[in-house]
């Protein structure tokens, strides 16, 4: 992880609110929120359902706009860019992983990884980088084969393959390893700790799972659209250590709450 406090972070994101609905129907998202996530940096967002984690991750990703705030990824701010702009930029700099994988059914494991490629017209050299890829990933010999002939630990691999293709500033994963059994959970956990120990790239994962943010090097907790705590994996022994201290914070917020 860069700590050189001159080089400004990858993600850098200040003030940021966001609502839906209107009048008594009105949620409130995200209470100014603000964050910096380091080059090589993996962060965790963790938090109970409605606490505003995957709302978070898309005003990172610009796939929605905040009602106040601002989201500076690789030094440009989102809301100084058009929608074609918006789209080119997204295309170059972040990396989305979805819960559903989300691959083009009727193309092989190489071809999704090509797609992103091909939007951006890039040929050339860079496509050297998809054997590259399918062989950090443990898919070089799946690399014909479409997302119904894999297991859904490759296809999620494949997903983070097709994520990473561009070089993208930022990868975001939503909730990951939803869909997975406990073995291809962990085998996409060590694959995503690697890609930021390893490779130098700053990941930001959404999870409820402790046994998943364990693998973070830092790990943000959100109750009701607020960071309520930052915690450390590596103060914990276990993901069960990690989901005690988590239940306590989300317990000490509600009962705090309660007293308001």
């Known amino acids: 992880m860069n700590s050189n406090p001159e080089v400004a972070p990858p993600v850098s994101v200040r003030g940021l609110s966001k609502s839906f609905g209107v009048g008594q129907n009105k949620v409130r998202a995200l ?3 603000s964050l910096d996530v380091s080059a090589g940096e993996h962060l965790a967002v ?19 706009f905040a009602d ?13 860019l058009g929608d074609h702009a918006l789209t080119t930029f997204r295309r170059h700099h972040v990396g989305m992983v979805f819960q559903a994988y989300n691959l083009v059914p009727t193309l092989s ?4 990884l090509r797609l992103p490629l091909l939007l951006d017209r890039r040929q050339g050299p860079e496509n050297g980088r998809v054997e590259t890829l399918l062989r950090v990933l443990g898919l070089l010999d799946r690399q014909r084969h479409r997302p119904d002939q894999l297991s859904g630990g490759e296809q ?16 975001l994963a939503d909730e990951p390893t939803g869909n997975l059994d406990s073995s ?11 890609l930021a120990r390893e490779h130098g790239r700053t990941i930001i994962t959404v999870t409820h799972d402790p046994a998943v943010a ?18 450390r994996p590596s103060a914990f022994a276990s993901p069960a250590e990690l989901g005690a201290r988590f239940l306590a914070v989300i317990a000490r917020e509600e009962e705090a709450g309660a007293c308001a």
């Open 46 to 64: 963790i938090g109970p359902s409605g606490s505003g984690k995957s709302t978070l991750l898309h005003l990172i990703a610009g796939l929605t």
């Open 109 to 112: 494991v190489e071809d999704n």
């Open 156 to 171: 999620q691999r494949a997903a983070v393959g097709r994520a990473m293709i561009t070089n993208p500033t930022v990868i």
């Open 214 to 231: 364990m693998w973070a090097d830092r790990v943000m907790v959100l109750k009701d659209g607020r960071i309520v705590d930052t915690l």
């Open 184 to 194: 291809s959970s962990r085998t996409l956990c060590e694959l995503l700790h690697s």
């Open 31 to 33: 209470r100014d929120v």
């Open 68 to 80: 106040a705030g601002t989201v500076v990824v690789a030094g440009q701010d989102l809301a100084d």
